[in-house]
């Protein structure tokens, strides 16, 4: 009977034993794959930001020329509109 309380207090402990080293290195490993995720998150905010970034100026570079054609044509147009009416008038 000694033999098998001791066989049994063995796999007792063992048991305790890999359940305990069990949860310590999944802690370390959660806290691995934690850091990994962090560092992936990070990388796709800075790449989001420089995207706008490049986005936003690329959006006020087009607004600029749709601006200054807008007033280009304008003119163009109010000239044209001017020399008809000077036409019309005679002047």
């Known amino acids: 009977m000694k033999k098998g309380g001791s066989f049994f207090l063995g796999i007792i402990i063992g048991t305790m034993t890999g359940l305990i080293l069990g949860i310590m290195l ?10 990994i995720f962090e560092k992936k998150t990070e990388n796709l905010k800075n790449n989001i930001q420089n995207m706008s970034k490049k986005i936003g100026k690329k959006v006020q570079h087009l607004k600029s ?3 200054g054609n807008w007033k280009k044509n ?4 109010n000239l044209d509109k ?4 000077e036409d019309e008038l005679g002047t």
């Open 65 to 67: 020329n749709i601006e």
């Open 26 to 35: 999944s802690q370390k490993k959660e806290h691995k794959i934690q850091n």
């Open 82 to 85: 001017i020399d008809q009416v």
């Open 74 to 77: 304008k003119i163009t147009n």
